[in-house]
């Protein structure tokens, strides 16, 4: 039976979610399942982003028949020829024969490798910028090599600022019902996920996925469609943020990870007391993971994500401990840069371990290995805590936020110290002589209980504030986390003298007569104003409550949330690079000159084939 999502009125995702799959990609545990994002649109011509993994292929196909109702599918585009995208392509072609397949070259020659079927007749190849007119729509094909694979290439729909991006902006994890990010709790449930499937599927090829951000940043973006988990709408730029920190290998956090190996819980004792005492210092949320019992992928993610790692390993067999050793290579091979890392080692008889993790992680560009390697015999003793005291030293000197605050910096008339206060955000709303008014408002507060009076302090340039001195009357509703930016830039970015504000829209109203907002508030207070203080450029209206509704559960939104998830944020600039790219396969070579003799070590193609980085 099929079980399809409407993204727009003509844009259907039509996947699966696999739960049974233990090793994505037979290697990374997926405890959560994965889900294979397909998507068709259903213009005057029909066509389907991508296919599905063969896990997922009979619901995929039901979904399909569905969306289509007995239309013809006219296009299949092949954004990434990896199986899990790709798998039932053969089927697709053998139960749909008069469909094109449209992809760029290298994905034509993949699939020529991983099918037999007759691509050659049916195939239309697709260049950077080319576009194929559906009807109402036309999808522009972006080619995004190594994010992925090779053949990577994103599509996007200007009409309804729609891009479909492949891989990026996927994530490990099924979908439950919820296909749009802003209808599960991603920060929370998903981000660790989102993290991991960065780092281990594309963290090594940060400069790509910085040359795909770069031509996203030329585009709009409303709605962003991954081939992996949920579908973003709302809060876009968060998420970009992240992929910019990550694929520049920017710490997302000032914390420490400490990866242990630890054979009979000597060296993992050693990591529990500089981890004590890390916190001790002040250092918040300091992460102990034992590599014996964590997936290196795991790991990995964690790398990326701190900016202070530690790695204490016991020695064995003369080398590093195995499971330690496998983790270090793999945050080799993934390109982890910028990053303060301390050692701990450990031996019985010749300790060996702190030398060797040092070789492998001195390889990593713009990384600091700090001196003091901590070297135990058998088992930390008394006189060695003052070395653990040292190393914790050493790590809270390279932590900037660990550092006491100047005196300068706390000095008087710091009025960044303002911005440290906690506030909501409301929409206050009045009546007069039959209009309807509302603003923007950070300043609603209990004054007391008995009686019940609240506060509110409004800037006496708006409307609302004339009208409230008026009529002494006001709603305030208290706005949720999930409000859009939209939201604030109608209420707080116009004014009422000139707009209608409510023009065509129905509200509800209180029992004074007041609208309030819902769908967007989670509680309405109704003031009848008891007394109007003049502070100069605000008016301070002390109000009886006179009317409380509760309208959800959903979390008050503050002032801080605001600024870190609503208000939308400039696109980071990428740092300018120099360097040349492989035309083949799109790796990058930094540096000035390239060697005459230079071959790609991705495609094994020579100097001739890579281009200046523009
Ligand atoms: Fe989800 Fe690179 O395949």
Aim: charged fraction near 20%.
């Amino acid at each position: 039976m099929y079980c399809v999502k409407k993204v727009h009125d003509d844009l259907y995702w039509v996947g699966g979610s696999d739960r049974r799959l233990a090793l994505f990609e037979n290697v990374f545990p997926i405890p959560r399942g994965v889900s294979y994002n397909a998507y068709v649109l259903t213009d005057e011509k029909t066509v389907l982003l991508d296919t599905v993994d063969r896990a997922v292929s009979g619901v995929f196909f039901e979904n399909l028949g569905h969306v289509l109702n007995g239309r013809p599918l006219d296009y299949v585009v092949v954004n990434h020829m990896e199986p899990d995208h790709c798998a039932t392509l053969a089927e697709l072609v053998l139960r749909y024969p008069g469909v094109t397949v449209v992809c760029n070259a290298k994905a034509l020659a993949m699939i020529r490798q991983f099918f037999t079927f007759d691509i050659d007749s049916r195939v239309r190849v697709v260049k950077e910028g080319d576009t194929l007119e559906t009807g109402a729509h036309a999808l522009t094909f972006i080619m995004a090599p190594m994010v992925h694979w090779p053949e990577v290439m994103v599509t996007y729909d200007a009409a309804s600022k729609t891009l479909f991006s492949a891989d990026a902006f996927g994530t490990f994890g099924a979908l439950s019902g919820n296909l749009f990010a802003d209808e599960v709790n991603f920060e929370a449930e998903w981000l660790d996920d989102a993290r991991r499937y960065y780092a281990n599927i594309v963290g090594k090829y940060g400069t790509q996925v910085q040359a795909l951000l770069k031509k996203a940043s030329n585009i709009e973006i409303e709605t962003l469609c991954p081939l992996h988990g949920p579908v973003w709408r709302r809060n876009i730029g968060w998420f970009v943020e992240k992929y910019q920190k990550w694929s520049t290998y920017t710490p997302e956090d000032e914390s420490v990870v400490i990866a242990y190996a630890s054979v009979y819980g000597d060296t993992e004792n050693a990591a529990a007391i500089l981890a004590s005492k890390l916190a001790d210092a002040g250092v918040k949320n300091v992460k102990m993971y034992d590599v014996s019992a964590t997936h290196p992928s795991v790991i990995v993610s964690e790398a990326f994500r701190a900016s202070h790692l530690v790695f204490a390993s016991t020695t064995y067999n003369a080398g590093i401990f195995c499971n330690m050793e496998t983790a270090l290579l793999d945050i080799a091979a993934h390109n982890l840069q910028n990053r303060t890392i301390a050692l701990i080692e450990n031996g019985s008889w010749a300790a060996t371990s702190g030398k060797l993790m040092r070789e492998i992680l001195g390889g990593l560009r713009n990384c600091t290995i700090l001196e003091n390697t901590v070297s135990l015999k058998s088992s930390l003793k008394e006189n060695q805590l003052g070395e653990l005291d040292a190393l914790c030293a050493a790590i809270l000197s390279t932590m900037p936020g660990m550092q006491p605050v100047s005196a300068p910096a706390a000095a008087a008339n710091d009025m960044s110290a303002m911005f440290k206060l906690s506030y909501g955000l409301f929409v206050l709303t009045a009546r007069e002589d039959g209009k309807d008014n509302g603003c923007i408002v950070n300043t609603v507060s209990q004054l007391t209980s008995t009686p019940n009076r609240v506060t509110v302090a409004v800037n006496k340039a708006n409307y609302t504030h004339d009208m409230i001195l008026r009529t002494g009357e006001f709603n305030a509703s208290i706005l949720t986390q999930d409000t859009p930016f939209e939201l604030f830039r109608h209420y707080g970015f116009q004014s009422g003298r000139t707009v209608d504000k409510f023009e065509g829209v129905e509200m509800p109203r209180a029992a004074n007569g007041i609208v309030y907002l819902v769908g967007v508030a989670n509680a309405v207070i109704s003031g009848k104003v008891a007394q109007a203080i003049d502070c100069g450029t605000h008016t301070l209206f002390i109000a009886d409550v006179t009317e409380l509704r509760t309208l959800s559960n959903d979390r008050s939104v503050t002032y801080q949330y605001y600024f870190d998830h609503i208000k939308p944020k400039p696109a980071p600039v990428p740092p300018e690079k120099k360097g040349f790219v492989c035309k083949i396969c799109g790796y990058v070579y930094e540096g000035d000159e390239l060697p005459a003799d230079f071959v790609c070590p991705l495609c094994k193609h020579g100097a001739e084939d890579f281009e200046p980085l523009k």
